[in-house]
């Protein structure tokens, strides 16, 4: 590592400190750029879960079958199922929203 820095700093002329603090600052921005969009891409598949969800209990509530976790559950994909941290709450919200709007 040593010779490493050696040579770095005889071919660039650069302070290895200066190397380190800048090379931080981009990090740390390239970080945050990535959180956003882990974020947004979370949500997005979210929204994707919730809408199939929602096409799940309105399938199953015109068949006249109340939706039931297992039910909804061997329905959606794997992927789906992966972004939605509590499914039955999103189920009790989707039906109670179906509901009102009739």
Request: glycine residues 0%; charged residues 30%; contains cysteine.
């Amino acid at each position: 590592m040593a010779c490493l820095k050696r040579w770095f700093y005889r071919t660039f002329t650069i302070e290895t400190n200066y190397l380190y603090l800048h090379a931080n600052q981009e990090a740390r921005i390239l970080s945050a750029r990535w959180q956003e969009y882990a974020k947004r891409q979370t949500a997005i598949r979210y929204k994707q879960a919730r809408d199939s969800v929602v096409r799940i209990c309105k399938q199953l509530m015109s068949e006249g079958k109340c939706p039931h976790m297992r039910d909804v559950r061997s329905m959606l994909t794997k992927e789906e199922l992966a972004s939605i941290t509590s499914l039955i709450d999103l189920i009790s919200d989707v039906t109670e929203e179906l509901r009102s709007d009739k």
